[in-house]
């Protein structure tokens, strides 16, 4: 199998990588080690300025497969893969510092507007335990998780700075693309391939200014 798979989508047509072939796109890119685990799992690793980093992503089937291939037209639509992502990029940490920093979209936040595409109504940025957030994040890494599309919680941990998300995409093969939050670029509005391959390198980078940060020496 190449690396762009057909799939019949709802208007008929159309060509979209699998994780695996956006991988091996990906990999030369970010001078990565990449093992293939299967078609929808993938572990990769690599160096980025320094900092050594680990990459793994997981789909499975939620459901029976075989009676999601037997169904047709809308109800086909209806099945679901379940996505597992998690990042790591190694730090220091002379600090000591352990927590969980969050940015998430608040829906009871009186500024969101749910028919509004703005990222920013309703976003809010908290740590756990909540001096965390002012010992870590910078003015401009503020401002970047209060730009993010979606929830995610970042964890800080002794040797690590670790973004993980368990979620869920309509059933396809391009559907890691939604399923996993490392693959959500800044922008999504590109054609395929970019589009496929356009989050991991952008949430990698992030994760190394986080680190930059944590590795701070106390002031």
């Not at 998780?145 to 995610?152: G, N």
């Not at 509005?189 to 986080?210: F, K, Q, S, T």
Request: aromatic letters at 6%; glycine letters at 12%.
């Amino acid at each position: 199998m190449g690396l762009f798979s057909k799939q019949r989508g709802a208007d008929g047509s159309g060509d979209e990588l699998t994780l695996a072939g956006a991988w091996q796109l990906l990999a030369p890119q970010l001078g990565a080690h990449l093992e293939v685990r299967g078609e929808c799992s993938i572990l990769a690793t690599g160096t980025v300025r320094g900092r050594g980093w680990a990459l793994q992503i997981e789909g499975r089937s939620l459901g029976d497969a075989f009676l999601r291939e037997l169904r047709t037209g809308p109800t086909r639509n209806k099945a679901y893969d379940e996505w597992t992502s998690e990042l790591a990029v190694a730090c220091a940490n002379p600090r000591g510092l352990v927590g969980v920093v969050r940015s998430y979209q608040d829906p009871n936040d009186p500024n969101r507007r749910p028919g509004e595409y703005d990222p920013r109504r309703g976003r809010m940025v908290v740590s756990n335990p909540p001096e965390l957030a002012g010992a870590v994040l910078t003015a401009e890494l503020h401002r970047v998780l209060l730009d993010l599309w979606r929830d995610v919680d970042i964890a800080i941990e002794p040797a690590a700075v670790r973004i993980g998300e368990v979620s869920k995409a309509r059933a396809s093969r391009g559907g890691f693309i939604g399923g996993s939050v490392l693959h959500h670029g800044p922008s999504m509005v590109r054609p395929m391939p970019e589009r496929a391959i356009a989050g991991p390198p952008w949430w990698i980078d992030l994760a190394c200014r986080l680190a930059d940060a944590v590795d701070r020496p106390a002031a």
